[in-house]
Nanobody, 116 residues
Framework: QVQLVESGGGLVQPGGSLRLSCAAS????????MGWYRRAPGKQRELVAR???????TYLDSVKGRFTISRDNAKNTVYLQMNSLKPEDTAVYYC??????????WGRGTQVTVSS
């Protein structure tokens, strides 16, 4: 049974926007911090944004001011709104949930391609 399901990836032109969604089970969503990671070709996987169960957010420096992470508790869903996209944002984006104990859940990933 899939516990994290991502959607919203695709092809977009530079300067455009995309919104990624990650649907989680209620038990996972309510008790875990949620985050988005990405891996670009030839690069290490990096944390893009994270939001705690209390709503505290953290962002990768290169996406600050452009990306916004949020969570909808009623829908058990975390979002990543990506604006002013750049070619260097091209990567596979992964949804992540992490408990206080350190146990992690991962989605399968969704491709984001920024190109003209």
């Amino acid at each position: 049974q899939v516990q994290l399901v991502e959607s919203g990836g695709g092809l977009v032109q530079p300067g455009g926007s995309l919104r990624l969604s990650c649907a989680a089970s209620g038990s996972i969503f309510s008790s875990n911090a949620m985050g988005w990671y990405r891996r670009a070709p030839g690069k290490q996987r990096e944390l893009v944004a994270r939001i705690t169960s209390g709503g505290t957010t953290t962002y990768l420096d290169s996406v600050k001011g452009r990306f916004t992470i949020s969570r909808d508790n009623a829908k058990n869903t975390v979002y990543l709104q990506m604006n002013s996209l750049k070619p260097e944002d091209t990567a596979v984006y992964y949804c992540n949930a992490r408990s206080i104990s350190g146990y992690e859940y991962w989605g399968r990933g969704t491709q984001v391609t920024v190109s003209s």
